[in-house]
């Protein structure tokens, strides 16, 4: 079983009270990447980024927490970066600074049980769009699972054209992961049973649809139910949704390396699924990093950290 997380790269520097406090490099699909590799689970990120000093951190972080860079594309210029302004309440709204060049990865051949995880812009921006439909076509027929983590900042109901997009996503998922925000922004719906039946007009589907201090409630065909937040003292919430998509694929492939089939997959065994996701998010919360801590990880790695 294969872990592939596909997403943009950013550089992203911190701002409090307008002064710069830190920066780490990040992007949806790297932080869930770094998390997984701290596990020490076979992961690969497929992404783009620059052959400048930015890309050069970007890559050896990587390589330091085990993350397989062979489907990373670099290319001469400069490196995504993203600032992030915090509020009193540790929340950040985002100014983002694209890459000076726009290109595009090459996809591995999929394998039957590959798990796959992507989203943000990166899923739906026109360059390379055909590449990526035609991978995730591929991925959908051989029998890999796919979670598709939209994570729409930004109101897109008057914008039909990212929202088909969107939706042609969700059509290939298996699993659709997100925020209360992102489904009031890309559908105008703020209730998780209409969610699931809005994103189940293209077949099965599994919903992980997360509320923030209020938990996370998670849908299928035969059962739902929600799990409670873990109390947390919020440092910042960057990386925070990213983090519970790597809590979920990391009990994902616990649970299926139990000679489980996806379809298979009882209540107690989405319990314990959902509840790694709660317990990425909120460690990453109370961190100033993107990403779930070495000490965690390795705690989960030795079996000492049981949920």
């Known amino acids: ?27 949806s699909a790297y932080n869930s990447a770094i998390s997984l590799g701290r596990c020490g689970l076979p992961v690969s990120l497929i992404s ?11 890559m050896a972080f990587l390589f330091k927490n085990g993350v397989n860079c062979n489907l990373i594309k670099r290319f001469d210029g400069q490196s995504r970066v993203a600032l992030a302004f915090f509020d009193s309440v540790n929340n950040a709204c985002y100014s983002f600074y694209q890459a000076s060049k726009d290109v595009f990865p090459d996809y591995p051949g999929p394998q039957k049980n590959d798990l796959i995880l992507l989203g943000s812009s990166f899923a739906i921006r026109d360059n390379g769009r055909e590449n990526l439909l035609e991978f995730l076509h591929q991925a959908k027929e051989v029998g890999c699972i796919i979670i598709y983590d939209p994570n729409a900042r930004q109101p897109l109901t008057d914008k039909p054209a990212i929202v088909n997009k969107v939706l042609q996503n969700i ?69 925070a949704g990213d983090n ?24 107690l065994d ?36 049981i949920l």
């Open 270 to 305: 989405w319990e314990k699924i959902m509840n790694y996701g709660i317990l990425f998010s909120s460690e990453v919360c109370a961190l100033s990093e993107n990403y779930l801590s070495v000490k965690t990880a390795e705690s989960l790695r030795s079996n000492r950290l």
């Open 244 to 267: 519970f998509s790597a809590g979920i694929v990391y009990g994902l492939f616990n649970q299926l390396d139990n000679n489980l089939t996806f379809e298979e997959l009882a209540l």
């Open 1 to 27: 079983m294969r872990i592939f997380t596909i997403g943009e790269t950013t550089f992203d520097i911190s701002f409090r009270g307008g002064n710069p406090v830190g920066a780490c490099s990040g992007g």
């Open 171 to 239: 059509a290939l998922a298996t699993i659709v992961k997100g925020s209360d925000q992102d489904f009031q922004n890309i559908f105008g719906l703020n209730d998780a049973k209409n969610v699931f039946t809005r994103i189940s007009e293209s077949g099965n589907k599994t919903l992980v649809y997360t509320k923030g201090a209020d938990g996370a409630e998670l849908f299928t065909p035969d059962f739902d139910f929600a799990v409670k937040a873990k109390e947390t003292k919020v440092i910042s919430t960057i990386g």
């Open 48 to 58: 783009t980024f620059g052959n400048d000093y930015i890309g050069d951190l970007s």
